[in-house]
């Protein structure tokens, strides 16, 4: 508890920070947001991948054929890192398989597809409870069933982040709120349509985090959202210290490093986390989703996405359900403009293309960006590096991503690691500026993936030496095993042998004996028989 008052009072929210380098971009949001929020109906059929989260993939709970319900579990958390997959809708599971799904390798991945019946049948969920009544362990395991993941694009497990441990105390807890990509604008119409849940959401995280200060950070390119979420907490009765923050509008500030560093001036080490300094970030997505989980008892089956770009006729934000097709939201905008180039999910920063547009909604999509080449140009041949320095000065980060890209297309891995490859937050800043459109960014995936790969492959070498140890020594231990039973065998068979000898021997001599005393009694009669018959006048 000394270490947390401490925190709480190294801790000043009363100005701003900024961290190194970023970008001003130019702001792509208005066609989207000039529209409310819009629901998309239900669509004939869904397709669920088994893992729309970091860690491991869920286990399908369902078989093919088997009746469903809005909100059902039908695929269950697989190991710790991991959460659950629920039913977006009422309707039947028509396959099990292997389907594409939205990711940068374009390959398949396992997925449970349903079609709708239309009815939207709701399962029967957990009795409600007031969040204050619940310890903070069992909010996490309510998060965790309901299926909650980071909604930001990064997808990790929530109520992991819910859990830092007993040795690493929490003071303060950052919705970020940035919203920093160009393009992107769902977290932007949700903080300004549904402040409220944002806000009951908070007081849920504040409790289980049992911390007292919370700061929403908004870029200030947002004044509707801001302006809506001051009013929430105005009219909010309940004693918390919520405040919501413009910060500048400069990219990428969205960065969960970086704007813990705006609000705060606290910096995470390298290869650190934000809960070794006491920050927990979350994404307003999120938090309203913990809102519905706790409150309403609703898994995360839905979400709102950003439909943009010049390749779409109407920009807009929709709420969807999870396994929608994107070509049915495309089609909720208008259809494709002409000259429609490609698609990305996510921002032209930190996205990736998409290979069809029949692929899933899953938990982290946060945008489909349609453009054409007159909007965002194909990446050019890139020319040899001119050391211009451009890319170090806008690095967030504040890595050397000259370095790097050197070292990872030498294939020197240890090196790129030296210079803290895994500090690269990906924001594609060093990619934007280079004037040899060099694409800095997929040589360190690039690098990160060979790493990852051979960590994958050194883990497996590890457990299979440690097997093939493991083996050695069960064989040396049955051998002794065996060497020591047979031991004693021999020595029980003989001191078996000794004993029945000196049984035998002792039969003997008892057999002898016997006979010793039958000979002296047959002695004895025959010298009574031959005797003279004694003197009767004796």
């Not at 997959?85 to 028509?94: C, D, E, L, N, Q």
Request: charged share 25%; aromatic share 4%.
């Amino acid at each position: 508890m000394a270490d947390t008052e401490r925190k709480h009072e190294r801790l000043d929210l009363s100005r701003l920070h900024h961290f190194h380098g970023g970008l001003t971009l130019p702001d792509c949001k208005a066609a989207a947001t000039a529209t409310p929020v819009r629901t998309l109906p239900v669509p004939p059929r869904l397709i669920l991948p088994l893992q729309q989260h970091i860690g491991e993939p869920a286990r399908a709970e369902v078989e093919v054929g088997d009746r469903v319900r809005k909100g059902q579990l039908i695929a269950r958390a697989e190991g710790y890192v991991s959460v659950p997959v629920h039913a977006p809708t009422s309707g039947r599971v028509i396959d099990i398989g292997d389907h594409p799904v939205p990711h940068p390798s374009g390959l398949s991945a396992p997925a449970i597809v349903i079609d709708s019946d239309g009815d939207d049948t709701p399962v029967a969920g957990e009795p409600h409870a007031d969040y204050r009544s619940l310890d903070p362990s069992e909010l996490r395991n309510r998060i965790r069933r309901a299926g909650i993941v980071g909604m930001g694009g990064a997808g990790f497990p929530t109520f992991i982040k819910m859990n830092p441990g007993p040795h690493k105390p929490i003071d303060l807890l950052v919705i970020n709120g940035a919203e920093c990509e160009p393009y992107i604008s769902c977290d932007d119409m949700l903080m300004r349509e549904r402040p409220r849940e944002i806000i009951e959401g908070a007081h849920i995280l504040m409790h289980a985090l049992r911390v007292s200060t919370c700061v929403i950070g908004i870029e200030d390119n947002k004044p509707e959202a801001i302006a809506a979420l001051d009013q929430a907490l105005a009219a909010d009765p309940r004693l918390g210290n919520i405040r919501v923050v413009a910060i500048p509008t400069l990219y990428p500030s969205g960065g969960e490093k970086q704007l813990i560093q705006i609000l705060t001036g606290r910096e995470v080490p390298s290869q650190s986390l934000p809960a070794d300094i006491g920050v927990v970030c979350q994404n307003p997505a999120t938090v309203a989703a913990v809102y519905h989980a706790i409150h309403h008892n609703e898994p995360l089956i839905s979400r709102i996405v950003t439909v943009t770009g010049a390749g779409v006729r109407e920009p807009a934000n929709l709420e969807v359900r999870i396994g929608t097709p994107m070509h049915h939201l495309i089609e909720a905008c208008g259809g494709y403009s002409p000259g429609v180039d490609r698609m990305l999910m996510g921002g032209p920063m930190m996205g990736f293309a998409l290979t069809s547009d029949a692929l899933p909604v899953i938990k982290t999509t946060n945008c489909l960006l349609a453009t054409t080449r007159a909007e965002l140009p194909p990446p050019q041949p890139p020319l040899p590096c001119i050391r211009c320095g451009e890319c170090v000065r806008v690095c967030p980060a504040q890595l050397l991503p000259q370095q790097l890209y050197w070292y990872a297309h030498a294939r020197d891995f240890d090196k790129a690691q030296d210079y803290n490859l895994f500090d690269c937050i990906e924001c594609g800043c060093c990619a934007y500026v280079c004037p040899s459109q060099i694409p800095l960014v997929q040589y360190y995936r690039f690098a990160k993936t060979e790493i990852w790969a051979q960590e994958h492959d050194r883990i497996k070498a590890d457990i299979a030496r440690q097997r093939h140890e493991s083996r050695q020594e069960r064989l040396e231990r049955e051998k002794r095993e065996r060497a020591e039973r047979l031991k004693q065998k021999k020595k029980a068979v003989r001191e078996g042998d000794d004993k029945s000898k000196q049984a035998a021997i002792q039969a003997a001599l008892e057999r002898a004996q016997a006979k010793k005393q039958v000979t002296g009694t047959e002695r004895q009669a025959a010298d009574a028989s031959t005797a003279p018959p004694p003197d009767r006048n004796d």
